[in-house]
């Protein structure tokens, strides 16, 4: 979450509703301080997580981004910490969650969650396309 923009311009978004912000990484890669201050002053609640299925069992929506092997010391330390979506993984989960990730995936999502009702992402890409092309639209003067 340290360097992903998606991650971070959610956030500050999230505080417009009504939500609790939960966040799984390794310390290498928390939340900057920046975005966990602005959370905190618009009174959002936040939790940070080391392993992802002790915040399983409370969450509605998933959010997953790619853990970026760049940013880690070494590739030990990369492996170490597994953040993977299997269906295993989603034992723990509640029925009606939902799975985002931004796309394109590497490996932090299993393709065997795909054929899942909860795996979102395929609508939320689609749906973007939908966004970006209104807006389009809007700029253009064509609305």
Avoid: W
Wanted: net charge neutral.
């Amino acid at each position: 979450m340290k360097h992903g923009r998606t991650v971070h311009s959610l956030a500050r978004l999230l505080t417009l509703y009504n939500v609790k912000l939960q966040y799984v990484s390794p310390s290498e890669l928390d939340m900057p301080a920046d975005v966990i201050d602005y959370v905190k002053n618009k009174g959002i609640p936040q939790t940070s997580y080391r392993d992802l299925l002790d915040a399983m069992p409370s969450t509605d929506v998933l959010y997953v981004t790619r853990i970026q092997k760049e940013r880690f010391p070494s590739p030990e330390d990369y492996e170490k910490d597994s953040y993977l979506i299997t269906p295993e993984t989603l034992i723990k989960a509640k029925p009606g969650m939902v799975v985002m990730h931004p796309l394109p995936r590497v490996n932090e999502i299993s393709v065997e969650i795909d054929a899942d009702p909860r795996a979102a992402y395929f609508r939320q890409a689609e749906n973007g396309v939908y966004v970006r092309m209104a807006l389009l639209a809007m700029l253009l003067g064509k609305c």
